[in-house]
């Protein structure tokens, strides 16, 4: 494919349904109300020359250079802030506006550098501009006052601001205030000393900038240009694909030059993020040719011995026999596979497939069961969908928006730009928070109600919002009666309505003001439009189930279903968590979350798979090392995860996977899990391979490979490669073909393949002879499990209880520049930013202890103890700590404890009582890891 540029239409699409008809250039156009004249132009194929407008945003009107003469108006009005009107007669070209922007590209010309890198590439406008105008020099030279020698700022990693090359049209600003929302860019000075400043004057490194690249992508000179770019040149073929980062899902243009990728740009026509990013998918893509990518298949006996690199016939070969002698001596339920929550649907499917079908039992789990298993669970007993109800672009008709247990500034930032987008215009807030996130209060932002609950109380706080609901009569009650079970609303209504859960009652185990809960529920309630969007901090409790099944509880008393605006959306945290579940990577349920014990549902793949399938639901993640302690579980496939860092108890994690005699690690770095690995298979990155992920929306996107894999196989290739060893023959010549069986086993999946996800783009499932085009909105008609079901959520507080020898809470989550354990990102510029986990403790606390700024503290819980420095911080509430758990030497998880959601085992994450101290060494565990690392 050759580069791809992008059509931009100057200003942004008008909403309007009325058309209006007009003339331009003696050619009749009818457009929507309120469009630009110079859009109306182009849409008809007349290009109106400009500098400051795009349509990503609203025009501005400065550089001049699209004036338009309008019959019976007198001068020359800019054509981007210009409506068009009925009967308008419109000129592009004539000449005396040839003149008037002759003149002024001449002065644009007068003070931009002859040797402007960004021209050398073609990624000037103001080239391509004097080129189309006809000004092939200018008459004023470059020798009068001009701005050729300021200095350049190159203290971001990523990209360079040369101020040299700026011609202060401010689309730089206006993108860091309209898109991106964080409005680190401003215009400093008047007009000749006009210069544009990251916030106070500060180097972009020391400002406020998220090193999203929105003001990258809008400047129209090389005044902000990618370090990537100066070094290699621009790319010359284009390949679109989606980032692997979080489950946002964003498109990118991965621009490749000489079988090397050089530059990753965002898609404008991405549905997930239209055209914008953020500094992970943006710039963060370097560790994909990182020195510490594992090239060669890896095998050793034991765990004690060297690794070896060996061929890939040799690797699967040995790690085929392994698996077959463990079943031989033990039985076939003595082994297992964890998919990958960052490979394709294609290869998830696959590694269950193997599981299922030449393994031959149901011991097949994902990342999920440590996140959003509860999501799983509780939506699909109250809605009857594993997944989220709408689509990201529903935001935009949102009247309140309630975040609760998330993040999304941090975890999922191209998402929030937009929620913040509509926050700005005018939609109400609840965020329901341990912490004071960044929604809580950020430029132009702040939340109506925060709910600083304390940590594992979600569920006392979420039932006394629907006591105050459904006591107080806000309750929609003809949504109810038409949509939800008539008997399971009454049981619930008469268990809600107790005073046990009212605001009153609660206040003092939850930590929220009673009244402060009140208003946020009659603000959810008499809204129009209120949508939820809820992370981790729902899902990683005892109750996480619960919690979910709160949620959807709300939802349907208030008839907050159905249409835009609405609904309950889990933020997926992962690129393709979503997909792994759906694909059924789960030891209970089949692809399209069929249960294992379904006969006609097996029936399908046993006609697929030529094999006779378990009906009994195999072992999840946590049976698995409960099994292999015990002596019971032998062996274990591995793919793209690291159980290690990321499980909570590492030290009993650990034991489990020492326990085990055989253990096959696919990934692409050597990570702690490989500690216990016998076999190592290299995989391949997003930018090797072609498939699908499938984002928090339910959008299944294309991945297309732009450069060839690393380690000589594509993840897919590997898993097939070891069914075959062990011989059930697996075989497909493109992942194509294994969407095509996806598509021919998965009702939800019927209508998908490759041509269709290229014509349109990334399609919601369920997508099939129902919803040809994909389903955007759930539960429109009808919720889909017809009636809805009121689930009784009654409050348990956790067994994790804070005690006088650990007298803290500790909550965990994630940062902007980090993702998940840190294997990508911790391998790129972003640890410029964030190079080690850090423990936040609010001042007081801190004080208490004598602990200041910087200080090694020792975080300690009876199930173990880590040391990180400290980070004093009001965004914690007193008795609260937080640290992240990017790093694997801060070893957060070696505290967290074995408490997990009561229905699906997800971990305890975000309630850990604990203590802090001061020390001045390593942990003993940090200390044994730091031998174990050379």
Wanted: aromatic share 8%; proline share 5%.
């Amino acid at each position: 494919m050759t580069l791809l540029k992008e059509k931009d239409y100057g200003t942004p699409l008008s909403a309007s349904q009325k058309q209006v008809a007009l003339e331009i250039d003696g050619r009749k156009v009818s457009v929507p109300e309120g469009t630009s004249v110079m859009r109306a132009a182009f849409e008809v194929g007349i290009d109106i020359p400009k500098l400051c407008a795009t349509d990503s945003l609203k025009p501005f009107g400065s550089c001049r250079l699209c004036v338009v003469e309008v019959e019976g108006r007198n001068g020359t009005p800019g054509s981007c802030h210009t409506e068009v009107a009925a009967g308008m007669k419109v000129t592009t070209h004539s000449e005396r506006l040839a003149r008037l922007r002759s003149n002024l590209m001449e002065l644009y010309l007068s003070d931009h550098p002859a040797d402007c890198p960004a021209c050398a590439m073609g990624e000037c406008e103001i080239k391509e501009l004097a080129k189309k105008i006809g000004v092939k020099a200018n008459r004023y030279g470059l020798e009068g006052k001009n701005h050729l020698h300021a200095a350049k700022d190159e203290s971001n990693p990523y990209f360079t601001f040369d101020p040299a090359q700026c011609i202060v049209c401010s689309r730089c600003v206006r993108a860091c205030e309209e898109v991106q929302g964080t409005f680190a860019l401003t215009v400093e000075g008047r007009g000749f000393d006009s210069v544009i400043a990251a916030s106070q004057n500060d180097s972009f490194l020391k400002s406020e900038c998220v090193s999203c690249g929105a003001c990258v992508q809008a400047c129209p000179t090389g005044a902000l240009l990618e370090k990537s770019t100066i070094e290699h040149g621009a790319g010359d073929q284009t390949v679109l694909t989606t980032c692997a980062y979080c489950g946002v899902g964003c498109s990118f243009k991965a621009e490749v030059k000489a079988k090397q990728v050089v530059r990753m740009v965002p898609f404008k026509d991405g549905k997930a993020n239209a055209g914008h990013s953020c500094v992970k998918g943006r710039f963060a893509w370097g560790y994909a040719t990182h020195p510490d990518r594992v090239r060669s298949p890896m095998l050793r006996k034991k765990i004690t011995d060297p690794w070896r690199e060996v061929s890939w016939d040799e690797a699967l070969k040995y790690a085929a026999g392994e698996f077959k002698r463990l079943q031989e001596k033990y039985g076939r339920n003595a082994i297992g596979g964890i998919a990958s929550a960052r490979c394709t649907i294609e290869e998830t499917f696959l590694v269950q497939k193997m599981v299922r079908a030449c393994f031959g039992n149901n011991n097949i789990d994902n990342c999920a069961r440590v996140c959003h298993s509860p999501t799983g669970y509780g939506l699909k007993a109250t809605l009857g969908t594993s997944a989220g109800t709408q689509d990201f672009a529903s935001v935009d008709h949102a009247d309140v928006i309630m975040v609760v247990g998330s993040n999304p500034p941090e975890a999922h930032p191209v998402f929030a730009s937009r929620m913040k987008r509509r926050l700005r215009a005018g939609a109400k807030l609840i965020v329901i928070d341990p912490r004071k996130t960044g929604m809580v209060r950020s430029p132009h932002i702040e939340a109506d109600y925060h709910l600083a609950l304390k940590p594992g109380t979600n569920v006392a706080v979420l039932d006394a919002m629907a006591h105050v609901i459904v006591t107080e009569g806000l309750a929609d009650e003809d949504f109810i009666k038409n949509r939800c079970d008539a008997d399971g609303y009454a049981l619930w209504r008469e268990f809600i309505s107790d005073k046990r859960n009212s605001p009153e009652a609660l206040e003092e185990r939850s930590g929220v003001p009673a009244e402060d809960i009140r208003g946020a529920a009659r603000l959810y309630a008499a809204a129009g439009n209120v949508a939820i969007y809820y992370g981790l901090g729902v899902s990683e409790h005892s109750q996480g189930s619960v919690g979910v099944m709160c949620l959807a509880n709300l939802a349907m008393a208030t008839g907050n279903l159905g249409r835009e605006g609405v609904g309950v959306s889990p933020l997926r945290g992962q690129n393709n968590v979503q997909g792994s579940c759906d694909m059924g990577c789960f030891p209970h349920e089949l692809p399209g979350y069929r249960h294992v014990s379904d006969d006609a549902a097996r029936a399908v793949f046993e006609k697929e798979w030529g094999v006779t399938l378990d009906k009994e639901p195999g072992l999840r993640i946590p049976n698995m090392i409960d099994t292999a302690v015990m002596g019971q579980f032998k062996g274990l496939y591995i793919q793209g995860e690291d159980l290690a860092q990321s499980d909570p108890d590492i030290q009993y994690e650990a034991a489990g996977l020492k326990a085990m005699e055989f253990v096959v690690v696919h990934d692409l770095f050597m990570n702690e899990t490989v500690k216990y690995a016998h076999v190592f298979l290299p995989g391949a990155s997003f930018l090797e391979k072609d498939g699908c992920f499938i984002n928090a929306e339910r959008r299944i996107n294309r991945i297309r490979k732009a450069v060839e894999p690393l380690g000589g196989k594509a993840d897919w290739e590997g898993t097939m490669g070891l069914a075959k060893a062990m011989g059930y023959d697996m075989h497909y010549n493109h992942p194509s073909e294994i969407l095509d069986e996806i598509a021919r086993t998965t009702p939800s999946f019927a209508g998908v393949s490759y041509e269709k996800l290229d014509e349109l783009g990334g399609i919601q499932w369920p997508c099939n002879a129902a919803a040809p085009a994909g389903t955007p909105v759930m539960h429109v008609d009808h919720i889909v499990r017809n009636p809805g079901m009121f689930t009784l959520t009654e409050y348990v507080p956790t067994e994790e209880k804070t005690t006088p020898k650990f007298p803290l809470l500790l909550t965990t989550g994630r940062i902007l520049s980090q993702y998940n354990v840190g294997t990508q990102t911790r391998r790129t510029e972003n640890t410029i930013w964030h190079h080690e986990d850090v423990l936040e403790i609010h001042p007081h606390d801190a004080e208490q202890r004598g602990i200041r700024e910087g200080d090694l503290v020792s975080l300690q819980s009876r199930k173990g103890d880590t040391h990180l420095h400290a980070v004093l911080s009001e965004r914690v509430q007193p008795g609260v700590v937080y640290t992240t758990f990017h790093f694997a030497e801060s070893g957060a998880n070696v505290v967290t404890t074995e408490y997990s959601d009561w229905a699906t085992e997800c971990p305890e994450y975000k309630v850990t009582a604990v203590e802090v101290k001061l020390t001045h060494k390593l942990s003993n565990w940090q200390e044994e890891r730091s031998k174990d690392h050379g």
